[in-house]
Each structure stands twice: as structure tokens, then as C-alpha cells.
């Protein structure tokens, strides 16, 4: 059995398809675990959510950005972005089925040697916190509560993980940790407005995998979301967003005690 770890799609179904050829995957023996943000800008987010879901238990994805704006815009809880792709699976036939399975994905997945997430964690958080924290922010997203948290999950506060921090809001800042993050301060303080690569950022913002002393620093973190930084090993992270969808890369790496990478150029939309 091998484990492929696969970077952001957002859509760009054909170039999975040629990735998975390339690596010679067999849903009967190995498996796939994705970084999150299936769905949005490129031009086939429909059958990429369909094709994982088909996968079963031979595909694990962790919840990015893009998905949850595509659960919320299903909810009527936001407005479609001019960029926006995801019409085709709002008005598909299996729409509603689709989107109940994908509302049911984790935040974090993990076995006995690396971790999964979409984009970064606080410093604050070991392995045992960041467990405990996804799983009270699933319980949300998956429970009676998911349209209640929908109506708030967009904003960029609390900024810093503090014990006070209570409901929706802990929720929120949860969700942005998981999901959002790239920068923070040494202190954690999150910060949303810088997303290019590491060097051009205010010199008081580091990415959130850099601060010193954090307390996830033995755990082996698979993440993706900063298509900017792009492939990334270092810190006991593995950055493996390239950018497919502006006409980078897409990128696998085979999971074992040597990681190993295998990428595929793309045209990009």
C-alpha cells in the first residue's frame, strides 16, 4: 500500500486525472489524502468533488478555504466572488449529496508519522490541542449548528489564541487557523493580509511553521494553500501547494521514511 499526499486541485479534474496515471494509483491498494480546496476557480469542480467522493475509503480530504466558501455560498450565506466556479455543482442533480460529504470532512487527519491540514496551525497548538481543537470545530461544521457558524465564519478576528476566547468566535479562529493561515507573529498573532512568498513580507510576520519554540514543531505536517511559496520541506513541514491552477505544478509525495516527490506540469486556466 502507498499513501500519496496531493496538493490543492481547485478544479483542475484532468490534471488530477494525468497526476494519477503518472504515479500508477490503485484506489484497491493505495490511498489519497488532499491538502483541501478541492473546488473553486478552475473549470471542474464538480467532477473533482464527485470523483474523490466515488474514491471511499482510498481518499481522505482535509477542509480548505475553497470548500467551506462553497458549503456557505450552498447555504445562501454568501454571495457568489466574480471568480467564483462553483455554479456547476450548486446546480448539479447530486448537489445536495455532494455537499453533505463534503461538509463531513475533517480539518486535520494524521496516522503514526505525519499529520494533514489545509494551511497552518498557531504556535499555542501541540499535537494533543490540535487534535482536541479540530475536532470542536467539526463537531460544528457537521452538527445542528453548521448554519448558525456559516452566517459568522467570515472575518478575520479573534487574531490570537488566548483560553478566553469562547463560541462562535473560538470557532471562527479555529476554522482560520486550519484553513487561512500563512504569516503570524512570534506571539501567533495571525495575519491575513500577506499571502507572497516567504522574504517579502513585513519583517515582524514570519510563516506560522518558522516561530521558534512552537509547539508543533516534532509533529510531520503535510499542508498546502500558500501556492506562493510553493514546494516546501523543512521545519518538519511539507508545503505541496505548486500552483496548479495559475499553470505550475500539481504535486504528490509518496508518504515512507524517505518522502518522495512527484510533480506534473499544468496549463493552468
Given at each position: 500500500?502507498?499513501?500519496y ?11 488530477l486525472?494525468?497526476?494519477?496515471e503518472?504515479i ?6 493505495d490511498?489519497?489524502?488532499?491538502t ?29 478555504n475553497?470548500d467551506?466558501h462553497?458549503?456557505?455560498?450552498s447555504?445562501e450565506q454568501?454571495?457568489?466572488r466574480k471568480k467564483?466556479?462553483?455554479s456547476p455543482?450548486?446546480?448539479a ?10 461538509r ?17 496551525l ?7 490541542k490540535?487534535k482536541?481543537m ?7 461544521l457537521?452538527?445542528?449548528?453548521h448554519?448558525?457558524f456559516f452566517?459568522?465564519m467570515y472575518?478575520n ?8 476566547i469562547h463560541?462562535?468566535?473560538?470557532i471562527?479562529?479555529i ?13 501567533g ?5 500577506h499571502n507572497?512568498?516567504?522574504?517579502t ?9 518558522t ?7 516534532e509533529?510531520?505536517i503535510?499542508?498546502?494553500?500558500w501556492s506562493t511559496?510553493?514546494?516546501y520541506?523543512?521545519?518538519n ?5 505548486t500552483?496548479?491552477?495559475w499553470?505550475?505544478?500539481?504535486t504528490?509525495?509518496k508518504?515512507g ?7 506534473i ?5
Amino acid at each position: 500500500m502507498a499513501i500519496y499526499a496531493i496538493g490543492d486541485i481547485q478544479g483542475c479534474y484532468d490534471d488530477l486525472l494525468r497526476l494519477l496515471e503518472h504515479i500508477k494509483f490503485d484506489d484497491q491498494v493505495d490511498q489519497l489524502w488532499f491538502t483541501g480546496d478541492l473546488v473553486n476557480r478552475g473549470p471542474k469542480s464538480l467532477e473533482t468533488l464527485r470523483f474523490v467522493k466515488s474514491l471511499h475509503n482510498s481518499a481522505i480530504t482535509v477542509l480548505g478555504n475553497h470548500d467551506l466558501h462553497l458549503i456557505a455560498t450552498s447555504f445562501e450565506q454568501r454571495k457568489p466572488r466574480k471568480k467564483d466556479t462553483l455554479s456547476p455543482v450548486l446546480q448539479a442533480d447530486d448537489s445536495d449529496e455532494l455537499l453533505y460529504w463534503l461538509r463531513h470532512q475533517p480539518l486535520f487527519h494524521y496516522n503514526d508519522d505525519f499529520c494533514l491540514l489545509h494551511a497552518g496551525l498557531p504556535p499555542q497548538w501541540g499535537f494533543a490541542k490540535t487534535k482536541k481543537m479540530a475536532l470542536k470545530a467539526e463537531a460544528v461544521l457537521q452538527g445542528d449548528k453548521h448554519l448558525k457558524f456559516f452566517r459568522v465564519m467570515y472575518g478575520n478576528k479573534p487574531h490570537k489564541w488566548t483560553a478566553y476566547i469562547h463560541g462562535m468566535d473560538k470557532i471562527r479562529f479555529i476554522v482560520n487557523c486550519f484553513t487561512r493561515m500563512r504569516y503570524c507573529k512570534i506571539n501567533g498573532y495571525l495575519d491575513f493580509k500577506h499571502n507572497n512568498a516567504p522574504g517579502t513580507q513585513p519583517s515582524h510576520l514570519m510563516p506560522w511553521f518558522t516561530v521558534p519554540k512552537r509547539k508543533s514543531s516534532e509533529m510531520k505536517i503535510i499542508f498546502g494553500h500558500w501556492s506562493t511559496l510553493g514546494y516546501y520541506q523543512g521545519h518538519n513541514c511539507f508545503a505541496i501547494d505548486t500552483g496548479c491552477l495559475w499553470g505550475g505544478q500539481l504535486t504528490a509525495i509518496k508518504l515512507g521514511e524517505k518522502v518522495q516527490r512527484i510533480s506534473i506540469d499544468c496549463e493552468g486556466i
